[in-house]
T-cell receptor, first 115, second 110 residues
Framework: DAGVIQSPRHEVTEMGQEVTLRCKPI?????LFWYRQTMMRGLELLIY????????DSGMPEDRFSAKMPNASFSTLKIQPSEPRDSAVYFC?????????????FGPGTRLTVL | QKEVEQNSGPLSVPEGAIASLNCTYS??????FFWYRQYSGKSPELIMF????GDKEDGRFTAQLNKASQYVSLLIRDSQPSDSATYLC??????????FGRGTSLIVHP
């Protein structure tokens, strides 16, 4: 199995631009999680899906952030418009039917820099 | 506001020593506790998880949980230079929403 796949691995953009991060979960996993990691705030859960349905988006920082999961093998996290404070590493994780943290497999992350 | 506190370090120990990493949490309703290792530029890797008070051992790693004191620790015996990394503590309640600490940097020097 290829594991969780994220693209791009690095993204540099200018303030005000739209950014789309992509994630392909492990086949057969029912849960998908989006995290953000910064030096100041550490690792934070932004949103998670179960069977393609968003279950909890209380961690999404503001309306500029949106996430979708159109099918079981693809999810996107979009930031529009982007701001310098959005610079962070964004991780996607997927897990089996339990959804528990110890069953989650993390992707390699996307390092986002907003200038 | 649920908080998980860790000393940012760095914690420096000699090779072969015991490294002790500590974590306190604010939510008394927390039910599950996790330790992750994260190398620079990599994703977090689960090392240990513990649900009950007491100790849980796995190879060179021991997790210790004291719910009364709201304290969880990770001991690494016979520390190796390859253990040098940032260690994240995470705590979760009944939902799938974890709260992570900001991590402790560990340096194991030869």
């Amino acid at each position: 199995d290829a594991g969780v796949i994220q693209s791009p691995r690095h993204e540099v953009t200018e303030m005000g631009q739209e950014v789309t991060l992509r994630c392909k979960p492990i086949s057969g996993h029912d849960y998908l999680f989006w995290y953000r990691q910064t030096m100041m705030r550490g690792l934070e859960l932004l949103i998670y899906f179960n069977n393609n349905v968003p279950i909890d988006d209380s961690g999404m920082p503001e309306d500029r952030f949106s996430a979708k999961m159109p099918n079981a093998s693809f999810s996107t996290l979009k930031i529009q418009p982007s701001e310098p404070r959005d610079s962070a590493v964004y991780f996607c994780a997927s897990s089996t039917t339990t959804g528990r943290l110890d069953t989650q497999y993390f992707g390699p992350g996307t390092r986002l820099t907003v200038l | 506001q649920k908080e998980v506190e860790q000393n940012s370090g760095p914690l420096s120990v000699p090779e072969g020593a015991i490294a002790s990493l500590n974590c306190t949490y604010s939510d008394r309703g927390s039910q599950s506790f996790f330790w992750y290792r994260q190398y620079s530029g990599k994703s977090p890797e689960l090392i240990m998880f513990i649900y009950s008070n007491g100790d849980k051992e796995d190879g060179r790693f021991t997790a210790q949980l004291n719910k009364a004191s709201q304290y969880v620790s990770l001991l690494i015996r016979d520390s190796q230079p390859s253990d040098s990394a940032t260690y994240l503590c995470a705590v979760a309640g009944g939902s799938y929403i974890p709260t992570f600490g900001r991590g402790t940097s560990l340096i194991v020097h030869p």
